[in-house]
């Protein structure tokens, strides 16, 4: 265990120290470098100095068979990879895990919640599978309301036109009868006028009459009172 340590400690120093002489032997003026663009390397091998680059998802995390980083290692997981918890150690360095059937403890800071890795890409690639099946059912829905809409609105332009052509047949209808209502009106008043006339007439015939008979009354002979006492 501990020569693992070291090697992995010499490693580190060595990454650092290379990094530090590359850094510092990258010249000033890089206008030329910056004009031509290197293709995009496919492997480490293939990058040129401050590229960026990213942990691979293939380290590997220790399984150990106890709660402490002298237990012997046994097993090794991926990054990304799903297990289930089972306990704490008591100083809550290490954590106790199922993996394919088995207990394993690793330690506290290599564990999260959160998906990572490659489990978190299947899982939203599996949400980008949703979104888009849910987009297509939408546009879906979309087309059938539209045509539903399409339909409702014909429907109701044609019921718009038969009212409307009601609607006219009705005010046609209208200002004929507006217009017998005004000639029986006028009609009506000339009877009334008519009439009245005849009244007029009549009472003047009447009158007329009157005044002849009063007239052929004042000199009809009376009998006269003395042929009346003789008897």
Not at 38 to 46: F, G, N, R, S, T
Not at 57 to 83: D, F, M, Q
Not at 199 to 209: E, M, P
Request: aromatic share 6%; net charge neutral.
């Amino acid at each position: 265990m501990i020569s693992i340590k070291k090697i992995i400690s010499g490693s580190l120093l060595g990454l650092c120290i290379c990094a530090a002489g590359a850094v510092q032997a990258e010249p000033e003026n890089n206008t030329e470098t910056d004009e031509i663009k290197a293709p995009k390397a496919k492997e480490v091998a293939e990058l040129q100095v401050g590229d960026d680059l990213y942990v691979s998802e293939n380290v590997n995390v220790w399984l150990r068979t106890c709660p402490r980083p002298t237990c012997k290692i046994v097993n090794s997981i991926h990054v990304g990879e799903k297990i289930t918890f089972n306990k704490l150690s008591d100083d809550r360095k290490f954590v106790e895990i199922n993996y394919n059937g088995k207990q394993y403890w690793m330690q506290y800071r290599d564990l999260q919640v959160e998906p990572c890795g490659e489990a978190k890409a299947d899982l939203l690639e599996g949400k980008i599978a949703e979104l888009k099946n849910s987009l297509e059912n939408y546009d879906s829905e979309v087309a059938a309301n539209y045509r539903a809409a399409k339909a409702k609105l014909e429907k109701l332009e044609k019921e718009n036109a038969s009212l409307k052509s009601t609607l006219a047949a009705q005010n046609e209808k209208i200002e004929d009868l507006d217009a017998t209502r005004r000639d029986f009106a006028d009609k009506l008043e000339t009877k009334e006028l008519d009439m009245q006339m005849r009244w007029w007439l009549q009472g003047a015939v009447i009158a007329f009459c009157g005044a002849i008979i009063g007239i052929i009354c004042v000199y009809i002979p009376r009998p006269s009172s003395k042929r009346r006492n003789r008897f």
